[in-house]
């Protein structure tokens, strides 16, 4: 986790732009799926697990993502959108406009 606070819709529109294609469809397949480890997000969105760990990180470092280790599993993390991070949603839609 980065420390880092939820950016604001208006913001999250610019930081979500300029964010790769890989990263954007991370983000939808967390707010679709909710939380999961990097090889079912890799199972999820068809990316291969090196480009699903950039796109990861890409999110967590501009705050749309939280990470956590699994209780199941202490080697695996898992990801979910923070809180308030319907901003995904709004930001792309905003982009959009």
Do not use: C, I
């Amino acid at each position: 986790m980065t420390g880092q606070s939820p950016p604001t819709s208006e913001s999250s529109a610019s930081v979500l732009r300029d964010l790769p294609p890989s990263a954007k469809l991370v983000a939808k397949t967390l707010e679709y799926e909710g939380k999961l480890t990097q090889s079912e997000l890799a199972g999820e969105t068809l990316l291969p697990r090196r480009t699903v760990r950039h796109a990861l990180k890409r999110l967590e470092e501009n705050g749309f993502v939280d990470s956590r280790t699994s209780f199941v599993d202490a080697r695996q993390r898992v990801y979910s959108l923070r809180d308030g991070s319907s901003t995904v949603e709004d930001a792309s839609l905003a982009a959009s406009q």
